[in-house]
């Protein structure tokens, strides 16, 4: 449609936009749904809540999430054609989903979420037993809602185990290896095969260098989760580790998939995130096992440790 005389033409060209939409190195799918609604609000100034990890939203723009990666793609629509049209259409917002009932719809209804709590103690071992109790004692809306707008820590400053029930798919790593039967080294490199084959090793490679964990020895194989939380709190301040929530996620248009992240600002709040959910002193590790090791990412992010500090 040609736009009538007096109106103001709009832009030919989609303005296209990238969020990192996950809970850290964790990708916790429940907590990356609630930083996606974060995410939507934020590019189209939103009131509610809209997106849940794979639930596509329009408003005068979508957002989808880019299918695995844990990726938020924002798409903002030239074709709405009048200011009328846009206020309508955030007026009233039309969800669109291939399921009935997306995950974040399912919890603010039912009051707990049955998705992706969906499982038994055969597939998922680890979480089903201590130190999760994922499906004994499932986490609820309540829980959910106080990660996103409260903290991800507990009450008394300590990391929240029971934050890993929301990411099911991590039961045979980070769960297993860095939690409940410490093997950092092993987590490692179980962790960098999920990730680079997921497509997200140079947003991973460049997080390690970014943060200093390529040459953090304080952090060994043998740390205790009560000794990273010290460590967490001399790097980051107690405080500013355990106040931390989702909706605190920085906005960050400078990183790519192909080209990791430019700066600290995304890279330390998952850093400060790791600590809140317990597997900071395994993401130093799986660091110094795999990206700061390799001639490819040393030559794309090495210059980060200087220029940050690091050494």
Request: aromatic content about 8%.
């Amino acid at each position: 449609k040609t736009p009538a005389q007096g109106e103001t033409p709009l832009p030919s060209k989609p303005l296209a936009y990238t969020f990192l939409c996950r809970a850290t190195m964790p990708r916790s799918r429940a907590l990356r749904a609630l930083a996606c609604g974060s995410c939507c609000r934020a590019a189209f100034a939103m009131q509610p809540p809209l997106a849940a990890d794979d639930l596509l939203c329009q408003v005068d723009g979508g957002c989808r999430r880019d299918a695995g990666l844990g990726l938020l793609q924002l798409s903002r629509q030239p074709q709405v054609q009048a200011q009328e049209a846009k206020a309508e259409a955030k007026a009233e917002v039309q969800l669109q989903h291939d399921e009935p009932m997306p995950i974040l719809s399912k919890l603010l209804q039912t009051g707990h979420i049955e998705e992706p709590l969906e499982g038994d103690c055969e597939k998922y071992p680890t979480l089903c037993a201590e130190p999760f109790n994922c499906f004994s004692e499932p986490i609820g809306a309540k829980d959910i809602l106080k990660m996103s707008l409260g903290r991800v820590a507990t009450d008394d400053g300590h990391a929240n185990l029971k934050a890993w029930c929301t990411g099911l798919e991590w039961d045979s790593s980070i769960a297993k290896y860095c939690i409940q039967t410490p093997d950092l080294v092993k987590n490692a490199h179980l962790v960098f095969d999920k990730q680079v084959k997921a497509g997200v090793g140079e947003l991973d490679g460049s997080y390690c260098f970014l943060e200093g964990h390529c040459v953090n020895e304080a952090v060994t194989p043998d740390t205790t989760l009560a000794e990273a939380e010290a460590l967490c709190d001399e790097k980051y301040g107690h405080e500013e580790w355990t106040s931390l929530n989702m909706l605190k996620m920085p906005i960050d248009f400078s990183f790519s998939k192909a080209e990791g992240f430019k700066s600290r600002s995304l890279p330390s709040y998952f850093g400060k995130l790791a600590c809140a959910m317990g597997n900071y002193h395994c993401d130093v590790i799986y660091c110094r096992e795999t990206y700061c090791k390799m001639d490819h990412y040393k030559s794309r992010y090495e210059h980060f440790l200087k220029e940050n500090g690091w050494a």
